[in-house]
C-alpha cells in the first residue's frame, strides 16, 4: 500500500464531487464487469489521444479508457463511448503553474515536487525557475459525468484501486523507441563468440550484389558462415524476396546473416534464423572483415578525422539549415513541426511534403469525421485513422499557436526572445508504420526515399473505397531493349512513382577548381592544417536528364532471338506523366573500400520543369520485335521434387504467393493459376509464368481442374468458387458492414473468398469499383450464369496521364555522409514563400537551397 499511497498521495481536484463511500460503490457496481487490471502487453496510453495530439498537458486534459486503455482527449472520448459502451475512464491532467515567489523576489529554493507522478514524453522543463507542475488523477463515469477524485484508497474497490495503481505506473508503449534504450533490447547472438567462417575464398564487393539462387537485387542478406548473399523474405509492405536466405539456413544450419546496405561504423541489421529475432553481433567487425568488408575503416578518413569534423561537412549542413540567418517562426495551419524522436527526421521531411498536397489533404482531412467514426475498436493500429490524425495535428493549426502578447514581452525583458515552437509528436504513427519493418522501426536514420515508397506502398493496401490519393504519383515506364547481335526489340511497361536521377559528375563545368580543391585538401590533411573552404561539383540538370535518357547495358540478358545470352541495351521513356513527379538525386554510392560516400554535388534544379521529350513512343516503323519466348526457367535443385509433384490441391495454393503477384496488379484468378501451375515454388516462378501466359485469352478465368471435380463449376466466376445461392454466415456480414461497407459489398467479397474475413477485407480494398454498384449485384445474384464477369479485361494500373511540364513546389535535403546517418530537413513553397520544416521548426525560408536537394517534388503546371 505505500507505494500505492504515493501514486496517490495528491489532493484531489478542485471541481471533484465529494461522495460518502456507499455512493461511489453505488456508482461503480453496474461497471465493475468492464474494469480490467492491465496484463503483460497491454499497452496502455496516456500521454496521447487515439484521434489527436492532446495529452494530459492539454487544456482538457486526457482521458484512458479503464477497459481498452486506450487514451482520448476531451473532444474525441464520447466517440468511443457511443461506439463500445465503456463507461469508465480515468482523467489526467497536468497542471502548470507560476512558481511561488520569495520575499526577496525569487523563485523559492528547488526541492523535489512530489505532486508529480505522471510518467509522460512530454518537453516540458520540470526543472525551471519559474515554473512548477502538479498532476491531477480521476475517474469520470460517462455519460453522466460522474467525477471520483484520487486518491480514495479505503472507498474506492480494491480492483479499482489495483486497475488505477497499475495504469498510473505503467510505462510508455513507445519506449523502446527511446534513443537509449533500443539497441539494448537486442540481445547478443549465442552463436556470435564461435561463429564458424569458411575460408573458401569469397570477397564481397561493395557494391551490384545480386541473389545468387533468384538474381533479385534488392533485401539481400549476407550469411556470416560462408558468404552467401541470399534474398529475404517478403515483407507485409511488398518488399523483399523470396526467402532464399531462410531457405539457405535451413539446408546448411549458418544461423547468422548480416542486410547488406544497412553495415555502418555503428553496426548493421544483424538477424539470427535460428534465435528468429534480429541480434547483436559484438565481433561484426571481425566477421565481415572475413569477407572483405572493412567495417572499422568507415570510421574516418585517410588522415584518421571523423566525418563530422571535416570543415565541408559542417558548412553543408550550414547552408541546408540556412544557419546564421534570423529565420521568422511560422504558426498556424500548415506551418506545424514534427518533434524528433531520434533520427525520426527522414519521417517528418516526406510526410511534411505528403500533406502538402490537396489530394492528400481531401483523402484524410478531408474524411476526418467518416474515418474516426467508422475506426475499428484500436484506431491505434489503424492506418487511415493514424494518417487523418497527423494530417489534421500538421494543417489544423491547433498545434502551432504563437505565444501571446504577454509572453513575449516577458522574453524580451529577460532578453530571451526566442519563440518555442512545440509541435507534434508522431510516435503512434511511426511506431505503427514501421511496425514488422526490420529498418524502419528502428530508432536509426533511414533513407527519405525508402520510406516515401514504404509509404506509398501502404496507401496503396489501405486506400479508402475507390479514392487512392497514391495515384497521384503513379506513372508508367515505357522499357526498349535491343538485342545487339540482331537488333530486335522488345517494348514492356512498369509502373513507377519516382524518377531516379543520375549524378553526371563528368559533366560538372568547375573541372579545373575541383582538381586545384583536391589537391590542397589533400596537402592541408597530410599537414595537419585547416582545410580549404569546399568547392563542390557544379552539374547542370541537363546533363542528369541527358544521363537518365541514355541507353544502359542489360546484366544476363536473353535474347529470345538468339535462344541464347547476348549483349542487350535498355532506354527508359515515360508512357505517362504523374499528377505529381517525384524526383530523386542518386548522390549514394560505396567506395571500393566499403566506405559510404555522398556525391557532394550542387545541381542548378529548375523551378519549372518540362519532360515532355521524355514522352514514350513505341514501336517505331523499321522496327522488328523480339519473338514472344520466355527464356528457360532455371529450377534450384531442392524444387525439382516439388515440381514433379506439382499437381498440387487448388486448396493448398501458397495464398502468400497469390497476394505477392496480385500487389503487382496482374488478376487475382491469374496469380492463382500461376501459383499452382509451377507447383507452389514461389512467387519469382510464378511470375515467370504469368510473363509466359498473360496474352492467352483464358489468362484471368477461374483456375479449373479436370483432376478435381471435372471442370469447374458453370456458375463459378471471379468472385471466387463460393455459388452465388451459397449465402456467406451473417455473422461474418455484420462484421463488415459495421466497419462502413455496403450489406451487398459484404457479400461480394465473402463469397470471393469463401467467407474468409481477413482475405473478404483485402477484395473489397482490391475492387473498389464495386464499391456503389449496387445494381450490379442484384443483377449477379438473379443471374444463374455468373460466369460473364470473367470475360470482362482486367484493368491496368489506374494512371493520371497529362502534360510533362512541372513546377516545384517541396524538396527535401539531406546533410551527412550516408542515409544511414545524418539530418533531413524540407522545404515547402507555401502561399508564394519557401518555409524550411526542420523537425519541430518551421519558419520562412531567406535562401533555399535548391541545388543542395535529394528528393524534390515537381506538380504539374495545367495546360
Known sequence: MQRRGALFGMPGGSGSRKMAAGDIGELLVPHMPTIRVPRSGDRVYKNE????????????????????????????????????GQSVYMHLKRHVREKVRGASGGALPKRRNSKIFLDLDT????????????????????????????????????????????????????????????????????????????DNGVRIPPSGWKCARCDLRENLWLNLTDGSVLCGKWFFDSSGGNGHALEHYRDLGYPLAVKLGTITPDGADVYSFQEEEPVLDPHLAKHLA????????????????????????????????ETGSKLKPMYGPGYTGLKNLGNSCYLSSVMQAIFSIPEFQRAYVGNLPRIFDYSPLDPTQDFNTQMTKLGHGLLSGQYSKPPVKSELIEQVMKEEHKPQQNGISPRMFKAFVSKSHPEFSSNRQQDAQEFFLHLVNLVERNRIGSENPSDVFRFLVEERIQCCQTRKVRYTERVDYL???????????????????????????????????????????????QAFSEP?????????????????????????????????IKKFTFGLDWVPKKFDVSIDMPDLLDINHLRARGLQPGEEELPDISPPIVIPDDSKDRLMNQLIDPSDIDESSVMQLAEMGFPLEACRKAVYFTGNMGAEVAFNWIIVHMEEPDFAEPLTMPGYGGAASAGASVFGATGLDNQPPEEIIAIITSMGFHRNQAIQAL?????????????????????????????????????????????????????????????????????????YVCHIKKEGRWVIYNDHKVCASERPPKDLGYLYFYRRVPS
Open 499 to 545: 524518377m531516379q536521377l543520375p549524378v553526371a559528375m563528368e559533366a560538372a563545368t568547375n573541372k579545373d577548381e575541383l582538381i586545384a580543391y583536391e589537391l590542397t585538401r589533400r596537402e592541408a590533411e597530410a599537414n595537419r592544417r585547416p582545410l580549404p573552404e569546399l568547392v563542390r561539383a557544379k552539374i547542370p540538370f541537363s546533363a542528369c536528364l
Open 49 to 84: 489521444c487515439a484521434f489527436s495530439y492532446d495529452s494530459p498537458n492539454s487544456e482538457g486534459g486526457l482521458y484512458v479508457c479503464m477497459n481498452t486503455f486506450l487514451a482520448f482527449g476531451r473532444e474525441h472520448v464520447e466517440r468511443h463511448f457511443r461506439k463500445t
Open 751 to 823: 463469397r470471393a473468398t469463401n467467407s474468409n474475413l481477413e482475405r473478404a477485407l483485402d477484395w473489397i480494398f482490391s475492387h473498389p469499383e464495386f464499391e456503389e454498384d449496387s445494381d450490379f449485384v442484384i443483377e449477379m445474384e438473379n443471374n444463374t450464369n455468373a460466369n460473364i464477369i470473367s470475360e470482362a479485361k482486367p484493368e491496368g494500373p489506374r494512371v493520371k496521364d497529362g502534360s510533362g511540364m512541372y513546377e516545384l513546389f517541396a524538396f527535401i535535403s539531406h546533410m551527412g555522409t550516408s542515409t544511414m546517418s545524418g539530418h
Open 123 to 198: 518537453d516540458d522543463d520540470l526543472n525551471s525557475d519559474d515554473y512548477e507542475y502538479e498532476d491531477e488523477a480521476k475517474l469520470v463515469i460517462f455519460p453522466d459525468h460522474y467525477e471520483i477524485a484520487l486518491p480514495n484508497i479505503e472507498e474506492l474497490p480494491a480492483l479499482v484501486t489495483i486497475a488505477c495503481d497499475a495504469v498510473l505506473s505503467s510505462k510508455s508503449p513507445y519506449r523502446k523507441q527511446d534513443p537509449d534504450t533500443w539497441e539494448n533490447e537486442l540481445p547478443v547472438s549465442k552463436y556470435a563468440n564461435n561463429l564458424t567462417q569458411l
Open 290 to 321: 572475413h569477407f572483405g568488408i572493412d567495417m572499422l575503416h568507415m570510421h574516418g578518413t585517410e588522415n584518421g578525422l571523423r566525418d563530422n569534423d571535416i570543415k565541408p561537412r559542417v558548412s553543408e549542413w550550414e547552408v541546408i539549415q
Open 552 to 584: 544502359e547495358n542489360v546484366d544476363d540478358f536473353w535474347s529470345s532471338a538468339l535462344q541464347a545470352k547476348s549483349a542487350g541495351v535498355k532506354t527508359s521513356r515515360f508512357a505517362s506523366f504523374p499528377e505529381y513527379l517525384v524526383v530523386q
